[in-house]
């Protein structure tokens, strides 16, 4: 059972206070938008086997929705975020860099 | 014979005698003892029967790995099946039965199988369960039936009540032996907070059973002082009787702690569960013993050389007067030793090893005892209980070299590292050679949230075997300075030992027990092999091996050795199966603890949910709010009451508790444009002081939750949304402004519970507002779709004109404190007008009868406004709002999509709920084709006649068609097309 540390409250949750909201900096493709890119954005995800970003919200906690880098096949956690940004702060995805060389880096 | 002996016994209290039964047969015994050792004392050796052929099984171990010794324990509410008799404590009065067995332990039918055991091999189920099919009813299932399952289930509610809790450390140590007590004391003395867990009741591990002495004290003193020390310590907490089950993702632990097992009724909690938080987690679990596989291994009395040792020091029991001691390793001498210092006799020492030089066997030769070297058993004699061993050649075939008289088998091969917990959460183990065993890799722990291993294990569990390697390992975790020293031997060397003897044929391949409990045999897994099962996970299921309820922890390693023996292949390149917690098996009720009963889940209850309670209400469950689903009168049924209800309201007046409606606050510069995104309609240009009706979609564009939103004023819209869906709704809302529009100044909050809201509905409605008196509610000032703040009767209201019945209907929200009595006042001054409270079925049918949807009935996901004909609820005008872009998709577009309409049986009769109308031909899969199917269907007592409303292809374009129904018992119901609006079509009743 995971925990996370809420950016907004500050709370260091356990699992059962959060909910999943999925993969992380989606753009959103209103009318106009082609079927392929509305295609992407409703359903491709990346699914990787390591560093994923992604959404929570602390539901029973302070209700706010937050980040979370995290790897999906160790389970470390890389670090947790605001949810008002486009993409994960430089000095997050410098850390992140530093844990998985390998890492291709946030597109 | 088993007995007790008349000294020794350093777990019992022989000034506090028990009593306890087995099978009806009362058995003394003394406070300390296990039900294990309490019936070993009494000579009884065979505790059941195994789960195939029904053989005779005895008591093998003296801890968690026992495979055999399960019991039903208690009776009636206290009754628990599958009760480990090596690790429950006996208390007075324990009544005790023995399971898996017809019509009785001594006598058993089933054990006809075992005569056919050579039909029965490995996989036998899955070959012989295809086929013939008629064979299932009649062959197969009633066998299965028989056969299945240990144990039989508790018949009566559960009497005790159980607990959870929780606890943070830096450092939880699992096993209080001498590494766990070493590695906790380096811990706390470094100043962490440190929980030691300690599954039996007393600590010391097998140190106090083997009595060398560590730093010139004895084991039993040492640890006692190690224990003292600890419990001295604020930054410690020591709990015994308290078994680690299970590790999860970023150090959680849980722990299941035995408070009241032993004193049944004191009114303590039965269990406490522990979920633990901590940093790091020392694992000192210890190993366990393992068996050797020679034919008859299972034969009660044949049992693990540790086990032996541990009756006769801890419990002071004699196992039998003569003991074979069979061992491929030097720590099986100890057993020999302790026999021999209790006054026993030890025939010989049976070691495979061609040369045994070690200082353990020399103490046991120089005790006169015969030491066979190079030798193993053939076979063992006996029945229901060992008579005699055969001595062979280990290295032969098992040609019979003497005979040894003796009433137990103490067998050893070796030990292996308990690495449950360790590998429960991805840490992995490395095969070591030299010392024949899987051990934790400490360069491949599990990992927590940080990325750092979380996990490491100690002492035995760490492979370290002999006293001093174990305290070296323990001390370095925490420790500087020197570790305790012991003046235990040297061993030597054991030597893996996979079958006995090597050379075993086929016969006697077929009587060696790998996994007692599910009986399978060295020959079973030599069968899966050479029927292609290579993988050990395949194999584990074809046979299943390490399946029963001990879940393999004495018969694993074996089963993998045989394995890869006959796949010719390293150990290693085996592997092992999957550890998974639990450890060892926890009660369900433990697992439930308190969220049992009424309090199972939070119940939600309106302000008026007292008052629904003391008129005849019949609940229905929404969401975890219980509403009135209708109110009974004496002697009513509840069609009738329902009936009842809809008539009333339609000619008098009803009153409906609408509490539980979603009521969210949407309020700053930004609501409306907010608003104008989250509704398929525009909601900005709702005037103040209007309602509007409203539908949300997600992104995909289908239809996710109605209601009716109003406008409380310039900067603030009051949005209603389904009794279920508030909470999900407002979480809609804020993910939208966290995450995706978080520059718009848009507030809100769920004010769902702080109101009261109660539906005032009937052509006398408007009579008993103006008799309560108070605020203008006439139709000229507060028209239909409007919304005033105000006084009635006293009461502060928002009176909302909107109507969910077609009839003229206000609802009223007053806060929630003063809902319940808003809600008697109005029954009070309603007398006058026929008033009647009315319940959700009441709501349903009063809806359907209009033609109004229900979310969840006329949508299931998959359907659009669209689809529902409600094309007038969706702006043209609007450039987006959520769901729009989904909606544009061509399937959405299509016009084959089923649509919304009324269906009207011919014979007037209720059509099945969810029943489909077929079309003609069959499908890709042979069944019917569909062309429709109903949403909503009720017996209108308007209209006297069953009401529908359903999907259907083309719908509204075939008006006046008869669709067929098909329903249970072959019975097809026929049902016309019809406009979906049952009830006053023109409106005039709501806006009257
Ligand atoms: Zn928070």
């Given at each position: 059972m995971?925990?996370?540390e809420?950016?907004?409250?500050?709370?260091?949750?356990?699992?059962?206070?959060?909910?999943?909201?999925?993969?992380?900096?989606?753009?959103?493709?209103?009318?106009?938008?082609?079927?392929?890119?509305?295609?992407?954005?409703?359903?491709?995800?990346?699914?990787?086997?390591?560093?994923?970003?992604?959404?929570?919200?602390?539901?029973?906690?302070?209700?706010?929705?937050?980040?979370?880098?995290?790897?999906?096949?160790?389970?470390?956690?890389?670090?947790?975020?605001?949810?008002?940004?486009?993409?994960?702060?430089?000095?997050?995805q410098?850390?992140?860099?530093?844990?998985?060389?390998?890492?291709?880096?946030?597109? | 014979?088993?007995?007790?002996l008349?000294?020794?016994?350093?777990?019992?209290?022989?000034?506090?005698?028990?009593?306890?039964?087995?099978?009806?047969?009362r058995?003394?015994?003394?406070?300390?003892?296990?039900?294990a050792?309490?019936?070993?004392?009494n000579?009884?050796?065979m505790?059941?029967?195994?789960?195939?052929y029904?053989?005779?099984?005895?008591?093998?171990?003296?801890?968690?790995?026992?495979?055999?010794?399960?019991?039903?324990l208690?009776?009636?509410?206290?009754?628990?099946?599958?009760?480990?008799?090596?690790?429950?404590?006996?208390?007075?009065?324990a009544?005790?039965?023995?399971?898996?067995h017809?019509?009785?332990?001594?006598?058993d039918?089933?054990?006809?199988?075992n005569?056919?055991?050579?039909?029965l091999?490995?996989?036998?189920?899955?070959?012989?369960?295809?086929?013939?099919?008629?064979?299932?009813?009649?062959?197969?299932?009633?066998?299965?039936?028989?056969?299945?399952?240990?144990?039989?289930?508790?018949?009566?509610r559960?009497?005790?009540?159980?607990?959870?809790?929780?606890?943070y450390?830096?450092?939880?140590v699992?096993?209080?032996?001498?590494?766990?007590?070493?590695?906790?004391?380096?811990a706390?003395?470094?100043?962490?907070?440190?929980?030691?867990?300690?599954?039996?009741?007393?600590?010391?591990?097998?140190?106090?059973?083997?009595g060398?002495?560590?730093?010139?004290?004895?084991?039993?003193?040492w640890?006692?002082?190690?224990?003292?020390t600890?419990?001295?310590?604020?930054?410690?907490?020591?709990?015994?009787?308290?078994?680690?089950?299970?590790?999860?993702?970023?150090?959680?632990?849980?722990a299941a702690q035995?408070?009241?097992?032993?004193?049944?009724?004191?009114?303590?909690?039965?269990?406490?569960?522990?979920?633990i938080?901590?940093?790091e987690?020392?694992?000192?679990?210890?190993?366990?013993?393992?068996?050797?596989?020679?034919?008859?291994?299972?034969?009660?009395g044949?049992?693990?050389?540790?086990?032996?040792?541990?009756?006769?020091?801890?419990?002071?029991?004699?196992?039998?007067d003569?003991?074979?001691?069979?061992t491929?390793?030097?720590?099986?001498?100890?057993?020999?030793?302790?026999?021999?210092?209790?006054?026993?006799?030890?025939?010989a020492?049976?070691?495979?090893?061609?040369?045994?030089?070690?200082?353990?066997?020399?103490?046991?030769?120089?005790r006169?005892?015969?030491?066979?070297?190079?030798?193993?058993?053939?076979?063992?004699?006996?029945?229901?209980?060992?008579t005699?061993?055969?001595?062979?050649?280990?290295?032969?075939?098992g040609?019979?070299i003497?005979?040894?008289?003796?009433?137990?088998?103490?067998?050893?091969?070796?030990?292996?590292?308990?690495?449950?917990?360790?590998?429960?959460?991805?840490?992995?183990?490395?095969?070591?050679e030299a010392?024949?065993?899987?051990?934790?890799?400490?360069?491949r722990?599990p990992?927590?949230?940080?990325?750092?291993g979380?996990?490491?294990?100690?002492?035995?569990?760490?492979?370290?075997?002999?006293?001093?390697?174990?305290?070296?390992?323990?001390?370095?975790?925490?420790?500087?300075?020197?570790?305790p020293?012991?003046n235990?031997?040297?061993?030597?060397?054991?030597?893996?030992?996979?079958?006995?003897?090597?050379?075993?044929?086929?016969?006697?391949?077929?009587?060696?027990?790998?996994?007692?409990?599910?009986?399978?045999?060295?020959?079973?897994?030599?069968?899966?092999?050479?029927?292609?099962?290579?993988?050990?996970?395949?194999?584990?299921r074809?046979?299943t091996?390490?399946?029963?309820?001990?879940?393999?922890?004495?018969?694993?390693?074996?089963?993998?050795?045989?394995?890869?023996?006959a796949?010719?292949?390293?150990?290693?390149?085996?592997?092992?199966?999957?550890f998974?917690?639990?450890?060892?098996?926890?009660?369900?009720?433990?697992?439930?603890?308190?969220?049992?009963?009424?309090?199972?889940?939070?119940?939600?209850?309106?302000?008026?949910?007292?008052?629904?309670?003391?008129?005849g209400?019949?609940?229905?469950?929404?969401?975890?709010?219980?509403?009135?689903?209708?109110?009974?009168?004496?002697?009513?049924t509840?069609?009738?009451?329902?009936n009842?209800?809809?008539?009333?309201?339609?000619?008098?007046?009803?009153?409906?508790?609408?509490?539980?409606?979603?009521?969210?606050?949407?309020?700053g510069?930004d609501?409306?444009?907010f608003?104008?995104?989250?509704?398929?309609?525009?909601?900005?240009?709702l005037?103040v002081?209007?309602?509007?009706?409203?539908?949300?979609?997600?992104?995909?564009?289908?239809?996710?939750?109605?209601?009716?939103?109003?406008?409380?004023?310039?900067?603030?819209?009051?949005?209603h949304?389904?009794?279920?869906?508030?909470?999900?709704?407002?979480?809609?809302?804020?993910?939208?402004?966290?995450?995706?529009?978080?520059?718009?100044?848009?507030y809100?909050?769920?004010?769902?519970?702080?109101?009261?809201?109660?539906?005032?509905?009937?052509?006398?409605?408007?009579?008993?507002?103006e008799?309560?008196?108070?605020m203008?509610?006439?139709?000229a000032t507060?028209?239909?779709?409007?919304?005033?703040?105000?006084?009635?009767?006293?009461?502060?209201?928002?009176?909302?004109?909107?109507?969910f019945s077609?009839?003229?209907?206000?609802?009223?929200?007053?806060?929630?404190?003063?809902?319940?009595?808003?809600?008697?006042?109005?029954?009070?001054?309603?007398?006058?007008f026929?008033?009647?409270?009315?319940?959700?079925?009441c709501?349903?049918?009063?809806?359907?009868?209009?033609?109004?949807?229900?979310i969840?009935?006329e949508?299931?996901?998959?359907v659009?406004?669209?689809?529902?004909?409600?094309a007038?609820?969706?702006?043209?005008?609007?450039?987006?709002?959520?769901?729009?872009?989904?909606?544009?998709?061509?399937?959405?577009?299509s016009?084959?999509?089923?649509?919304?309409?009324?269906?009207?049986?011919?014979?007037?009769?209720?059509?099945?709920?969810?029943?489909?109308?077929?079309?003609?031909?069959?499908?890709?899969?042979?069944?019917?084709?569909?062309q429709?199917?109903?949403?909503?269907?009720?017996?209108?007592?308007?209209?006297?006649?069953g009401?529908?409303?359903?999907?259907?292809?083309?719908?509204?374009?075939?008006?006046?068609?008869?669709?067929?129904?098909?329903?249970?018992?072959?019975k097809?119901?026929?049902?016309?097309?019809?406009?979906?609006?049952f009830?006053?079509?023109?409106?005039?009743?709501?806006?009257?």
């Amino acid at each position: 059972m995971l925990i996370l540390e809420c950016p907004c409250c500050g709370v260091k949750a356990e699992e059962t206070e959060l909910a999943p909201g999925g993969e992380a900096h989606l753009k959103r493709y209103g009318p106009g938008s082609s079927d392929e890119d509305f295609d992407n954005y409703m359903f491709a995800r990346a699914n990787p086997k390591g560093v994923h970003f992604e959404r929570w919200r602390h539901a029973y906690g302070c209700g706010k929705w937050f980040l979370a880098a995290r790897c999906t096949a160790t389970l470390e956690v890389f670090g947790t975020y605001p949810a008002q940004t486009t993409e994960p702060p430089a000095e997050l995805q410098a850390y992140i860099k530093s844990r998985r060389p390998e890492w291709e880096g946030y597109k | 014979m088993s007995t007790r002996l008349a000294r020794g016994g350093r777990l019992i209290d022989r000034s506090k005698p028990i009593t306890i039964s087995f099978n009806g047969r009362r058995m003394p015994a003394f406070l300390g003892d296990t039900l294990a050792s309490a019936v070993l004392a009494n000579d009884q050796m065979m505790v059941g029967r195994s789960f195939k052929y029904h053989r005779p099984r005895g008591i093998m171990a003296s801890g968690a790995e026992e495979p055999n010794a399960l019991v039903g324990l208690g009776a009636g509410p206290r009754f628990e099946p599958n009760q480990r008799m090596t690790t429950t404590e006996a208390f007075d009065g324990a009544e005790t039965a023995s399971q898996n067995h017809w019509p009785s332990l001594e006598f058993d039918i089933g054990a006809i199988n075992n005569k056919f055991s050579r039909f029965l091999p490995g996989g036998f189920y899955y070959k012989t369960f295809m086929w013939p099919r008629s064979f299932w009813k009649n062959v197969y299932e009633p066998f299965i039936r028989q056969s299945a399952g240990l144990g039989k289930v508790p018949t009566d509610r559960d009497a005790d009540r159980y607990e959870q809790a929780y606890a943070y450390a830096d450092v939880v140590v699992v096993g209080a032996g001498i590494a766990g007590l070493t590695a906790a004391l380096g811990a706390a003395r470094s100043g962490k907070r440190v929980i030691v867990l300690e599954m039996t009741p007393a600590c010391g591990g097998r140190a106090v059973v083997d009595g060398f002495a560590i730093d010139g004290q004895p084991a039993e003193g040492w640890v006692a002082a190690a224990v003292d020390t600890l419990r001295g310590m604020d930054n410690v907490t020591l709990m015994t009787r308290t078994m680690a089950t299970g590790l999860y993702d970023h150090g959680y632990l849980m722990a299941a702690q035995r408070i009241a097992d032993h004193t049944p009724g004191d009114g303590r909690p039965k269990q406490r569960l522990w979920r633990i938080r901590t940093a790091e987690v020392i694992t000192a679990t210890g190993a366990i013993e393992r068996p050797l596989s020679f034919a008859g291994n299972d034969i009660p009395g044949v049992m693990l050389a540790a086990a032996v040792r541990d009756y006769a020091v801890n419990y002071g029991i004699s196992i039998g007067d003569r003991t074979v001691i069979v061992t491929n390793n030097d720590d099986a001498y100890r057993t020999a030793l302790a026999l021999l210092d209790a006054g026993l006799t030890v025939p010989a020492v049976i070691d495979a090893r061609p040369t045994v030089t070690g200082a353990l066997p020399q103490a046991v030769r120089d005790r006169g005892v015969r030491v066979l070297e190079g030798r193993g058993i053939a076979k063992v004699h006996g029945g229901k209980r060992v008579t005699g061993v055969e001595v062979c050649v280990q290295a032969g075939e098992g040609a019979m070299i003497e005979e040894l008289g003796c009433d137990c088998v103490a067998m050893s091969g070796g030990w292996s590292p308990v690495v449950h917990l360790w590998s429960h959460c991805g840490g992995k183990l490395l095969w070591d050679e030299a010392r024949a065993m899987f051990r934790p890799d400490a360069n491949r722990p599990p990992l927590g949230a940080d990325g750092r291993g979380m996990v490491r294990a100690v002492g035995a569990a760490n492979g370290m075997l002999t006293p001093d390697e174990v305290l070296t390992d323990a001390h370095a975790a925490f420790g500087d300075g020197t570790a305790p020293q012991t003046n235990a031997p040297d061993e030597a060397r054991m030597e893996p030992v996979w079958i006995m003897p090597q050379g075993a044929g086929p016969k006697l391949r077929a009587k060696m027990w790998l996994d007692p409990q599910n009986d399978v045999k060295v020959s079973d897994v030599q069968l899966a092999a050479r029927e292609g099962y290579e993988s050990v996970e395949h194999t584990k299921r074809y046979t299943t091996l390490g399946m029963a309820t001990d879940q393999g922890k004495i018969s694993n390693i074996n089963g993998l050795a045989v394995l890869s023996d006959a796949l010719h292949q390293q150990i290693p390149a085996t592997g092992t199966t999957t550890f998974r917690p639990p450890y060892t098996p926890l009660t369900l009720g433990t697992i439930a603890a308190e969220a049992r009963g009424e309090i199972f889940q939070p119940l939600r209850r309106t302000p008026i949910h007292e008052w629904h309670e003391a008129h005849g209400v019949e609940w229905e469950p929404v969401g975890l709010w219980r509403r009135p689903f209708c109110y009974k009168r004496a002697g009513e049924t509840t069609h009738a009451a329902v009936n009842r209800e809809v008539r009333n309201t339609r000619t008098n007046l009803g009153l409906l508790d609408a509490s539980t409606l979603g009521k969210i606050l949407v309020k700053g510069p930004d609501a409306g444009k907010f608003l104008d995104m989250l509704y398929t309609g525009v909601m900005s240009t709702l005037p103040v002081g209007k309602c509007r009706y409203g539908l949300m979609c997600n992104e995909q564009g289908f239809l996710s939750d109605d209601g009716v939103v109003v406008r409380l004023s310039e900067d603030s819209w009051l949005c209603h949304t389904t009794s279920g869906g508030a909470d999900r709704i407002h979480g809609w809302m804020e993910d939208w402004l966290q995450c995706e529009w978080w520059d718009w100044k848009v507030y809100t909050a769920n004010l769902t519970e702080q109101f009261a809201q109660i539906a005032v509905v009937g052509p006398n409605a408007r009579k008993v507002l103006e008799k309560l008196g108070g605020m203008d509610v006439s139709k000229a000032t507060l028209p239909f779709m409007t919304f005033a703040e105000g006084q009635l009767g006293g009461f502060n209201a928002r009176v909302f004109r909107i109507s969910f019945s077609g009839e003229l209907s206000y609802e009223i929200a007053v806060p929630a404190s003063e809902g319940r009595a808003f809600w008697e006042k109005l029954i009070e001054a309603g007398q006058e007008f026929g008033v009647m409270p009315y319940g959700t079925e009441c709501l349903h049918i009063l809806r359907a009868e209009k033609g109004f949807i229900m979310i969840g009935d006329e949508t299931d996901g998959t359907v659009i406004p669209q689809d529902l004909n409600m094309a007038w609820a969706i702006s043209k005008k609007k450039p987006d709002y959520l769901g729009k872009r989904g909606q544009e998709r061509s399937f959405l577009a299509s016009p084959d999509r089923w649509k919304l309409v009324g269906l009207e049986t011919l014979d007037g009769s209720v059509l099945p709920e969810g029943a489909y109308a077929v079309a003609p031909g069959v499908n890709a899969n042979g069944q019917r084709n569909v062309q429709g199917r109903v949403t909503s269907t009720y017996f209108s007592p308007t209209l006297n006649r069953g009401i529908a409303m359903g999907l259907v292809k083309h719908g509204p374009d075939r008006m006046g068609e008869v669709l067929d129904f098909p329903g249970d018992g072959g019975k097809v119901h026929q049902a016309r097309i019809v406009d979906q609006v049952f009830y006053d079509k023109e409106g005039a009743k709501n806006d009257a």
